[in-house]
């Protein structure tokens, strides 16, 4: 078991991580996926481990259920207990991203998966957490 400091959703039964500093916006962006249909799995810390050989993400008990809002609070919310992760997002500033990015992996207890760097301030953060599932999913192809 490891706990890292991430938030992480479930979007159609697969766990998304969103990974970054503190202040880079992984509770806002989990906030406008939950109102597009994601459900919270873990915000500020998430706890993983193997099973089966696959990576499952779920919230330290202290914190299940809870997501701070900005200019609100800590707010209880609807949450999906554990979910096997299939992608990680690295929160990075505009300023980090690559226009075409080359493939890249998080590695995580012996497990990879695919990695995505975005800003999550950009106004299509939302649609392109989707577009990289569907990528991670093999469902939408990179042209190389």
């Known amino acids: ?5 991430a938030t992480c959703v479930e ?5 998304v991580l969103l990974c970054g500093p503190s202040g ?12 597009g249909g994601a459900r919270l799995v873990a915000d500020d810390y998430t706890e993983l481990e193997v099973r089966g050989g696959k990576l499952l993400a779920y919230a330290p008990s202290a914190i299940a259920g ?11 919310m609807d949450r999906c207990p554990d979910v096997g992760l299939g992608l990680a997002i690295e929160l990075v500033r505009e300023t ?10 998080y590695h995580c207890l012996g497990v990879s998966l695919p990695l995505f760097k975005l ?4 106004v299509s953060a939302v649609p392109k957490v989707r577009l990289a599932l569907q990528i991670a999913k093999g469902t ?3 042209v190389p």
């Open 11 to 15: 979007i159609d039964g697969t766990g």
């Open 96 to 105: 980090e991203m690559e226009r075409l990015p080359e493939p890249e992996t």
């Open 1 to 5: 078991m490891d706990r890292i400091y």
């Open 119 to 122: 800003n999550p301030f950009e």
């Open 66 to 76: 809870l997501l701070e809002v900005r200019g609100l609070g800590v707010l209880r």
């Open 140 to 142: 939408i192809m990179r």
């Open 24 to 35: 880079r916006g992984k509770s806002d962006l989990a906030l406008r996926l939950i109102d």
